[in-house]
């Protein structure tokens, strides 16, 4: 039995097996008292002074000598119905405002009045290059080194790549 005190002490026990030898601490006064001894001389190993006899009694007379605190009684249970009402109040008006602002009334854009539009210029059968502003070697290195501080969306895919690997023919050509 002393084997199983000490296992117990030490947390070795699972529920199941420390259940009956828990059990024979409260009838075998000799397991009890091999419970204390154990406790004894692990206070001393521990350096910790043993409590003096009777320090039970002494804790009990002194807990009986306390004044008995009076507490309030909890409130009546129609306080967590008042909650879930403004709970319901709150909800009911965000859905309102939600509402409000996307399918309220719009103010109509102001009108302004059209002049006659001037006639389509008439068509010219020569093809136009797209205008194109020369960049020079220095402003092509300037945009490579701080291409990582412009703003960019995650979805662009391939055209950040794009711009930075283009360039104009006449820089090609030098």
């Known amino acids: 039995m002393k084997e199983k005190i000490s296992a117990l002490m030490d947390g070795e026990l699972d529920e199941r097996a420390a259940a009956p030898v828990l059990d024979a601490l409260g009838r075998d006064r000799e397991a009890a008292e091999t419970w204390r001894l154990f406790h ?3 206070d001393a190993l521990r350096g910790t002074a ?4 009777g320090v039970t009694a002494r804790v009990a007379w002194k807990l009986a000598e306390e004044p008995a605190v009076l507490a309030p009684r ?5 306080e967590p119905r008042r909650w ?5 109040a709150a909800s009911v008006a965000a859905v309102a ?10 103010q109509p854009a102001p009108q302004i009045a059209k002049a006659p539009a001037p006639p389509p210029p008439a068509r010219q059968e020569t093809a136009s290059a ?6 020079t070697s220095a402003t092509n290195d300037y945009l490579l080194a701080h291409q990582g501080f ?6 662009q895919g391939m055209v950040p790549q794009v711009r930075t690997v283009s360039e104009t023919s006449a820089e090609a050509g030098k």
């Open 84 to 88: 879930m009402a403004l709970s319901a």
């Open 97 to 106: 405002l939600v509402g409000w602002v996307a399918f309220g009334p719009q």
């Open 150 to 155: 412009a703003s960019r969306i995650s979805l």
């Open 130 to 135: 797209p205008a194109t502003l020369p960049f």
């Open 74 to 78: 909890p409130r009546a249970k129609r």
């Open 50 to 53: 043993p409590l003096s006899d």
């Open 40 to 42: 004894v001389v692990g």
